[in-house]
């Protein structure tokens, strides 16, 4: 993959694309409050294998989902192609409930990539963008088939590393005509061991100090 730079961080930048179709966009949300801050006040044509798919999974009063998460590489594969339908169809074969995804780039093309696949998909979207490149956003995303209650971008940026974040949604899961609240927390963890050690601390004790919910 073409290499990496790292550009001023634009820390968070909300998603609001301009209205092309009936996408079902990420919302104007009300924020979860971060209890941390409130006490401080690969192939050409990509295929399922190159996401982690994880198998169904149970919490109290819901029925079987399934997750995955995807690293897409900005939809662009070995051949140097820029293809977001590639990355549909990955999708369709998951045929998972909630999909965390990595290196989303939109705004860059013609295309926009999350627009793209959530029009392909049919799933809500929520994104979680860390930075910029070139004209283009970057960062996380999340499609869910469940309605988003409330999101919170959390910034686990290292001093003198990359900007990163993670997503922090609550979804309103629906089984057997009950709905059930259940917390999904998406993200890209840095690349030296120490930044990741730093982020991942940071996540355990958000999730540690927030109201206790079913998680992922």
């Not at 051949?79 to 995804?101: C, G, K, N, T």
């Not at 989303?104 to 963008?129: I, R």
Request: net charge positive; glycine share 8%; aromatic share 4%.
């Amino acid at each position: 993959w073409p290499a990496r730079g790292v550009l001023p961080p634009r820390w968070p930048r909300p998603f609001h694309p301009a209205g092309r179709g009936k996408m079902r966009m990420q919302p104007d949300l009300p924020p979860l409050v971060n209890p941390a801050q409130a006490a401080d006040g690969q192939c050409s044509v990509p295929d399922a294998s190159q996401a982690l798919h994880c198998g169904p999974v149970r919490t109290p009063g819901l029925a079987r989902m399934t997750v995955a998460s995807y690293n897409i590489h900005r939809a662009v594969g070995t051949d140097r192609r820029y293809r977001p339908d590639r990355i549909a169809a990955v999708l369709e074969e998951l045929s998972a409930d909630i999909v965390a995804l990595q290196e989303v780039e939109s705004g860059s093309s013609n295309v926009h990539t999350l627009e793209y696949l959530a029009g392909h998909t049919g799933m809500h979207v929520v994104s979680g963008f860390t930075r910029v490149r070139g004209n283009a956003d970057f960062g996380n995303a999340l499609l869910t088939r469940f309605a988003p209650q409330a999101v919170n971008q959390i910034d686990l940026t290292v001093k003198g590393c990359e900007a990163r974040g993670a997503i922090d949604v609550t979804l309103a899961c629906t089984a057997s005509g009950h709905i059930s609240a259940l917390r999904v927390i998406a993200t890209h963890l840095g690349l030296r061991p120490g930044e990741r050690r730093h982020q991942v601390q940071q996540l355990l004790n958000y999730i540690a100090a927030a109201p206790p919910l079913p998680t992922i």
